[in-house]
């Protein structure tokens, strides 16, 4: 779903090339471009290469340049194209050098330098990258087997790389395995031995439940606390579902309701962060051996309109309430 490119800072002082890379990498094009050197040092070697150049070229292309920068420099964009995979960097020797190496112990889906010194499969450049070249191809869907490690390994790079992510499974049930193993392969993920604690949220759809209550529901005089189901449903969280949690973690469910007539369906199954997302046909593991899933990469449209839509102040769904576990305190 999502891979990582060495990209050579040069290219970034390319006007040209910039053109053809204009575009192509971020969470919701399944391409990243790897921090290496780590830290701020690729947005640095950037900047140091356009200045290098930027004086000998026509006013247009320092235009480009300037563009692009201007792009580039900005930590909210970076978050949208960099990825942190912690990787070695000898600044004693040249960038490609260090991407060779770095290929060989923990391979990316593709060295790009700014041009071809090195004569390697594995180096591409910009003018290198179309249909037809495998490396560069991202297919934006997959069919994976139905495991809590097979579905974990879609996201496991968005899991790692986000600080809000919110699991939406209409059907999730705390009482049943199949939902809490994937669960639990997720919030590994997510931590991956990190310090940060990232927000969790996994939304849901009561439906049965509050077949009597949808006058109340919709002229505001519904209480969630007085519903018997409602504290069943909380004591269940609490008993199930803290037993996966580390104890720096906790997790919000928030519950949702369709109120008729509704445009959207609440159906669909997600793992959507601040970054971008993925949809699945379930969260819960397979009950047979062998079952498969399909998986689909959300593009930057359908991605925000998914978020914006489990927003409590959206009109999309009816907000009923939340649980936080552990502890079962509702907000």
């Given at each position: 779903?999502?891979?990582?490119?060495?990209?050579?800072?040069?290219?970034?002082?390319?006007?040209?090339?910039?053109?053809?890379?204009?575009?192509?990498?971020g969470?919701?094009?399944?391409?990243?471009?790897?921090?290496?050197?780590?830290?701020?040092?690729?947005?640095?070697?950037?900047k140091?290469?356009?200045?290098?150049?930027?004086?000998?070229?026509?006013?247009?292309?320092?235009?480009?340049?300037?563009?692009?920068?201007?792009?580039?420099?900005?930590?909210?964009n970076?978050?949208k194209?960099?990825?942190?995979?912690?990787?070695?960097?000898?600044?004693?020797?040249e960038?490609?050098?260090?991407a060779l190496?770095?290929?060989?112990?923990?391979?990316?889906?593709?060295?790009?330098?700014?041009?071809?010194?090195?004569?390697d499969?594995?180096?591409?450049?910009?003018?290198?990258?179309?249909?037809?070249?495998?490396?560069?191809?991202?297919?934006?869907?997959?069919?994976?087997?139905?495991?809590?490690?097979?579905?974990?390994?879609?996201?496991?790079?968005?899991?790692?790389?986000?600080?809000?992510?919110?699991?939406?499974?209409?059907?999730?049930?705390?009482?049943?395995?199949?939902w809490?193993?994937?669960?639990l392969?997720?919030?590994?993920?997510?931590?991956?031995?990190?310090?940060?604690?990232?927000?969790?949220?996994?939304?849901?759809?009561?439906?049965?439940?509050?077949?009597?209550?949808?006058?109340?529901?919709?002229?505001?005089?519904?209480?969630l606390?007085?519903k018997?189901?409602?504290k069943?449903?909380?004591?269940?969280?609490?008993?199930?579902?803290?037993?996966?949690?580390?104890?720096?973690?906790?997790?919000?469910?928030?519950l949702?309701?369709?109120?008729?007539?509704?445009?959207?369906?609440?159906?669909?199954?997600?793992?959507?962060?601040?970054?971008?997302?993925?949809r699945?046909?379930?969260?819960?593991?397979?009950t047979?051996?062998?079952?498969k899933?399909?998986?689909?990469?959300?593009s930057?449209?359908?991605?925000?309109?998914?978020?914006?839509?489990?927003?409590?102040?959206?009109?999309?769904?009816?907000?009923?309430?939340?649980i936080?576990?552990?502890?079962?305190?509702?907000?």
């Open positions: 779903m999502f891979y990582e490119y060495a990209v050579d800072p040069k290219c970034y002082a390319d006007p040209e090339q910039i053109k053809r890379l204009a575009g192509e990498f969470w919701c094009e399944g391409r990243l471009i790897s921090n290496f050197p780590k830290g701020k040092d690729w947005v640095r070697e950037v140091e290469a356009q200045d290098a150049i930027f004086e000998s070229l026509p006013i247009m292309k320092q235009e480009t340049l300037t563009e692009e920068w201007d792009r580039i420099r900005k930590k909210e970076q978050k194209f960099l990825i942190n995979s912690g990787r070695d960097f000898d600044f004693k020797s960038w490609i050098s260090n190496r770095e290929h060989q112990t923990k391979p990316f889906q593709a060295i790009i330098a700014h041009d071809k010194t090195i004569q499969d594995d180096v591409l450049i910009p003018s290198d990258l179309n249909g037809l070249e495998s490396r560069w191809k991202v297919s934006h869907d997959d069919r994976v087997p139905r495991t809590p490690e097979a579905i974990c390994n879609c996201v496991n790079r968005l899991l790692q790389a986000s600080n809000h992510i919110r699991f939406v499974d209409p059907y999730f049930n705390p009482t049943q395995a199949e809490r193993n994937t669960l392969a997720f919030i590994k993920a997510a931590l991956n031995n990190s310090s940060r604690i990232p927000r969790l949220e996994y939304h849901l759809k009561i439906d049965e439940d509050i077949k009597g209550d949808i006058d109340q529901i919709k002229n505001g005089s519904f209480k606390d007085d018997k189901w409602y069943k449903f909380s004591e269940n969280c609490q008993i199930y579902m803290e037993k996966i949690l580390p104890k720096t973690l906790e997790i919000s469910l928030y949702w309701c369709e109120i008729e007539p509704s445009n959207d369906w609440f159906h669909d199954r997600y793992v959507l962060t601040e970054k971008g997302g993925v699945f046909e379930g969260l819960n593991q397979g047979n051996e062998g079952q899933t399909n998986v689909f990469r959300l930057q449209e359908l991605w925000k309109d998914r978020w914006n839509s489990l927003e409590n102040s959206s009109n999309v769904y009816k907000f009923l309430g939340t936080v576990i552990p502890q079962c305190r509702k907000k």
